[in-house]
C-alpha cells in the first residue's frame, strides 16, 4: 500500500495545489482488502481511523502552523 502524502495534503493531480473537498475516499479495492463491513479488520480500520482523527483534531492548532508555513514556501 503506498499513501501519497503530497496528494493527501496539498497536491492532487491536474488541480495544482488545493486541498480535496472530500473528507475521506474509501476505494472498493480498501474495502475488498479489508473485508466486508462487519469483518474483524474493517472494525479495526475505523477505530483506527476514529484514533487517527481525533489525534488530528488534538493537534490542530500545530497541523495548522505547519501546513501555513509550507503554503509561505
Not at 12 to 24: H, Y
Request: proline share 3%.
Amino acid at each position: 500500500m503506498h499513501i501519497d502524502f503530497g496528494f493527501l495534503i496539498s497536491n492532487a493531480p491536474g488541480k495544482g495545489i488545493k486541498f480535496e473537498s472530500a473528507p475521506f475516499k474509501l476505494s472498493e479495492e480498501l474495502v475488498e482488502v479489508l473485508g466486508e463491513q462487519g469483518s474483524d479488520n474493517f472494525k479495526r480500520f475505523r477505530q483506527l481511523m476514529v484514533d487517527g482523527f481525533k489525534a488530528l483534531h488534538e493537534n490542530a492548532d500545530k497541523i495548522i502552523l505547519i501546513v501555513e508555513m509550507m503554503m509561505l514556501g
